[in-house]
């Protein structure tokens, strides 16, 4: 009881009189929305909603702001979700090519709806080491979590979730830098619970026109030293930017932060 009382009160306090209908539409089985940038930006309601309502959405505003506003070249969102990252950066970067990669067809009308009208392109599938098919695990209960990686996605759900299997197309950075004829890659942002590090093992000629790397490093994961010095050889700079259970969202730079 007293964790439902602090959690809407928190809610009135982020989004004041928006509270209301984030309360109520979901009981009326209508979708919900929040005001972001001078839109509305919609998102699936489940149970985790109102926790990454409170928890989430400043963290993804910080790693925009973080990104140095001279950056140029595309913008690769890793994990787009139900496009909030770059929605935003669409906003701070008007004449950058931005690409949301997304597989899961339970998140994809969400995300075509905040991106339209913006030079996002949405590619619905998921990065990969290689190109092909893969099995995308994902919990029915919450949209906020999903990952090619079975191991992963358990360190993120209850032990009674329910863990749904979902063959996705897939594609590697190196073919999605290809395919688009991209030479330069202003910023690429992965957030992929925990399989960031299998995505860049094999990306070394996409790390090398890269030009900033935002991740979510988790310490408990068993890649996350090898993540680390992965980006640590292409990007001499970084900065931590978002504590998060066991470590952190980094953005990690060529240039000085």
Not at 178 to 197: F, R, S, T
């Amino acid at each position: 009881m007293f964790g439902k009382i602090a959690r809407l009160t928190s809610l009135f306090k982020i989004y004041g009189f928006h509270a209301f209908h984030l309360i109520i539409n979901p009981v009326l089985g209508r979708p919900i929305w929040i005001p972001l940038v001078g839109r509305r930006f919609w998102l699936n309601f489940d149970s985790a909603t109102y926790y990454h309502l409170i928890h989430s959405t400043d963290k993804v505003k910080n790693l925009v702001a973080a990104i140095p506003s001279n950056i140029r070249g595309a913008i690769i969102d890793g994990g787009a979700n139900h496009g909030l990252f770059s929605v935003l950066a669409s906003q701070k970067f008007t004449k950058e090519k931005i690409f949301a990669l997304e597989p899961y067809d339970k998140v994809l009308p969400i995300l075509k709806k905040n991106v339209a009208g913006s030079q996002v392109k949405i590619v619905e599938k998921a990065l990969a080491a290689n190109d092909g098919e893969v099995v995308f695990y994902t919990d029915p209960s919450s949209d906020q979590v999903g990952s090619i990686l079975l191991d992963n996605l358990k360190s993120f759900v209850s032990k009674n979730a329910t863990i749904k299997e979902n063959r996705v197309p897939a594609i590697s950075l190196k073919s999605l830098v290809d395919m688009e004829g991209l030479d330069k890659v202003g910023v690429l942002k992965l957030d992929i619970q925990g399989a960031e590090y299998a995505i860049l093992e094999y990306s070394d000629e996409v790390l090398a026109i890269t030009d900033c790397l935002i991740l979510e490093v988790i310490l408990l994961e068993p890649s996350s030293l090898d993540l680390l010095e992965k980006a640590k050889r292409f990007f001499p700079y970084y900065k931590p930017l978002n504590p998060i259970a066991y470590g952190a969202d980094i953005i990690f730079s060529k240039k000085p932060l």
